[in-house]
């Protein structure tokens, strides 16, 4: 049974940064995708950046390039999502997912997996 925990959220203020954590279990994650969401009040969830878990292949959705980093600790089995020049518009639920990736397979679509989610709060 696959579990992603994120961790790491709070509350910062403008300009702060955050390191969001996404510990993974249940099997081996060569081959699969870990992606973070984010889903702010009154709006859909929407994708921010994924990381290929074998390759390190990485997508950033473009309101992140800049000021977010994905990383992966293959022994620890977490991914890591560094937030630096946070904005009071980055505020939201951050979820972790993941899915095995097959040729063609869509970065910001067809999660399986997904974790509990962890609150980002920034203040102006």
């Known amino acids: 049974q696959v579990q992603l925990v994120e961790s790491g959220g709070g509350l910062v203020q403008a300009g702060g940064s955050l390191r969001l954590s996404c510990a993974a279990s249940?099997?081996?994650?060569?081959?699969?995708?870990m992606a973070w969401f984010r889903q702010a009040p009154g709006k859909e969830r929407e994708f921010v950046v994924g990381?290929?878990?074998?390759?390190?292949?990485?997508l950033y959705a473009d309101f992140v390039k800049g000021r977010f980093v994905i990383s992966r600790d293959n022994a620890k089995n977490t991914v890591y999502l560094q937030m630096n020049s946070l904005k009071p518009e980055d505020t939201a639920v951050y979820y972790c997912?993941?899915?095995?990736?097959?040729?063609?397979?869509?970065?910001?679509?067809?999660?399986?997996?997904w974790g509990q989610g962890t609150q980002v709060t920034v203040s102006s």
């Open positions: 990381i290929n878990w074998s390759s390190g292949d990485t």
């Open positions: 249940g099997r081996s994650f060569s081959g699969y995708r």
């Open positions: 997912a993941t899915k095995v990736v097959v040729l063609g397979a869509l970065w910001r679509t067809s999660y399986d997996y």
